[in-house]
C-alpha cells in the first residue's frame, strides 16, 4: 500500500458543518430540532449511550407548551402529559400534623393558552423532538465528547458568516480502533447544551456567577399507596418535619420533592452531598413524618432517585464572539421546584435558532446574535432572583405561635399566585434592542413589544372557519406581518388600508429590500379585519395582504357564536386607526406601528437584516 494512503487512514477524519450542537438534552433538541427543520446543516453529538429512561426534569409550563404547538409537537406532548390544574396548599395544623389551607388554580396566567402545566418524564420529551428531528433527517450521534475546541483569531473569518473558524475535536467513545476513534469537525457555530457541567462552558473559560444555597433536597418517583387527597394535585406542604412538594405525573405516578437537612445527606469533611448515605427508602421515611396524619408509602419499585443542593449561578458570558455560545444549564442553574429549569432551557435555544438560520441564509447580519445573550442573559437573571425568592419562602419554616418569624401561608400564596407570570413563562419581557422597538406601543397597547403575541381566536374571512392566531403563525423562521386593517366593509378604511398596501409594495420598503425576491419566503403576511363575516369577502383586501386564501381573518365570532370576537379589544387596537403588528419567528412581538409609520418598520428591519 502505498505510504500516502496508510497515512490517510490514520488521520482523522474532517469534515465541515454550520451548525454543531453539543449535548442532547432538552436545550441541545430544542435547538437542533428547530435548525432541521428550518433546513440547517447541523450535527448533534452527546456522551451518554442511550436517551433518558425516566426521572429528571419533567414539568413544561404554559408557554413552553406554546413553544411546542409552534413546532407542531403541542398535541403529542398533551396526549402523553398529565395537566395540572390545581395546586393545593398544606400547613401545620393544631393537632400537630398538617392540614389544607387553601386550594387554587396552578397557573396564574391569565393570557394562557394552555392554563395549566404538563409533566411528562424528560426521556418522553426528549423522544418527541428525536422523533421530529429523524423525519427531517437529523439524528443524535453518541456516544461521543468534544476533546477540544479552537476558535480562530482572524477578525475577517469571525466577520465572514460562510467561514467555519471553530474548530471542535470529537472523540468516539465506542471505536473499535484508534484509527476511527476521532474527527475533527470544522462548524461555522457552536452550541455548547451540554448541562450544568459543561465541557464547553469550562473549557472557554466562562464562568458561572452566583452562590450554592444551604437548601438540600431529595426526589424520587413513586407510584403511591396514600389516602392523602390532594395526590393529583401540585401540592405544597409546610410541616414540622420540614417541606415537602408533590408532582402528579403521567399515570399513576407522582414525583415527591422532600426538604433534608445537612446531617442527612452532607459528608461532614468535604460538606459534599453523599448519596451513600440516604437511599431512596430513607426518603420516603422523611416524607411520611411530614404528611402525617396521612399515610403513603410506594407501591412496588421506586421508579428514580436523586439528591441536590440548590445552587443559583448564572454564566457571566452566553457566548464568545457570536460564534460558541452556551445555552440551558449550561449557563444558569436553579432549583427544580419552580419547574423552570428544562422551560428556561428549551427557550433559550427557540431563542437562539431562527437568528443562527436568518445569519446562515444570509438574511441577517452576524450582530442579530449578540441578542440571544442581551435576551437571555437578563432572563436568566431575573430566574435567579426570583429563584432565590422562592426557595426561601419553600424552604423556610413555616409560620406558627411558636415561630412567628416563619413564612406565613397567605405570604406564600400571595408569592405563589404574583410570580405565576413569570413561572408560567407568559411573562417573559425582553428589553429593547435592534429586535424589540417600542416607539408606537400605543397603536396596540396590549400587545407589549418585547413580550409573546396574546394567543386569541379570529376567524378566517374565506369560511369562517375558528382558528387560534398561534396556530397561524408557525416557528417557520419567517417574520408575521400582521396587518390589522380595522373594519374593510367601509370605503374609507377600505381606502386607507389600499394605500397602506402600495407603501408596503414600494421599492424601497422591508419585503422588496429584504425579501429576495420571494419576500413569502421570509415575511408571512396576514390581514385582520374587524368587519362582520356577513358584510366582507376575503377578496376585498389588496392582493398584497391576502397573498393566499387563508390569510384574512376577521375579528367576529364563528358561525354559532362560540368562539372568536373581541381581538381588537384584547390587544388594544383601536378599529378606527388599525395597526401594524410585527411578529418575531420566535413568537415575540418585535415592533407595533401606525399604517402612517411604515417607515418606522421598514427601519426596524433594516437595523438587523441584509439587503438582497
Known sequence: MPEQTRMSHTLPKDTQ?????????????????ALAMAGVNVRIVDQRPIKIAAGQADGIQPRTIE???????????????NQMHMAAFYNPSSSGGINRTNRAPDVTAP????????????????????DSMQAHGVQVERPIVPTSIELSQSKEE???????PVKVVLKYLDAEDDQSASEVVHAKFVVGADGAHSWVRKTLGITLEGEQTD??????DIIPDTDFPDIRCKCAVHSHNGSCMIIPREGDL?????QLSDKDVLDPVTRRVDKTKIGPEKLLQVAKKSFHPFEISAKGEIDWWTLYIIGQRVANQFSVHERVFIAGDACHTHSPKAGQGMNASMNDTHNLAWKLTHVLRGWADLSLLKTYELERRKYAQDLINFDKKFSKLFSGKPRTEANEDGVSHEEFLE???????????????????????GAHQACASKLIVGQRLIPHVFIR????????????LPSDTRFKVLVFAGNTADAAQAARVAALAEKLAEPDGFLAMFGRGAPEKVFDVLSISSAKKQDVNYTDLPGLLRPHWSKVLLDDTDMYARAGAGGYDAYGIDPHAGAIVVVRPDGYVGIVAPFERVDHVNAYFAAFMVAA
Request: with cysteine.
Open 17 to 33: 458543518v454550520d451548525v454543531l450542537v453539543i449535548g442532547a438534552g432538552p436545550a441541545g433538541l430544542m435547538c437542533a430540532n
Open 67 to 81: 413553544v411546542f404547538q409552534s413546532y407542531g409537537l403541542g398535541r403529542r406532548l398533551l396526549e402523553e402529559g
Open 111 to 130: 393570557t394562557a393558552r394552555y392554563p395549566f402545566e404538563v409533566t411528562l418524564h424528560q426521556g418522553a420529551i426528549e423522544s418527541i423532538f428525536l
Open 158 to 164: 469571525l466577520k465572514n458568516p460562510n467561514a467555519h
Open 215 to 220: 437548601y438540600i433536597w431529595g426526589v424520587c
Open 254 to 258: 407522582v414525583r415527591i420533592y422532600i
Open 415 to 437: 408569592a405563589f399566585q404574583t410570580f405565576g407570570l413569570f413561572t408560567s413563562g407568559i411573562g417573559v419581557h425582553y428589553e429593547p434592542s435592534s429586535i424589540t422597538a
Open 461 to 472: 374571512a374565506a369560511d369562517a372557519r375558528p382558528y387560534n392566531i398561534h396556530d397561524v
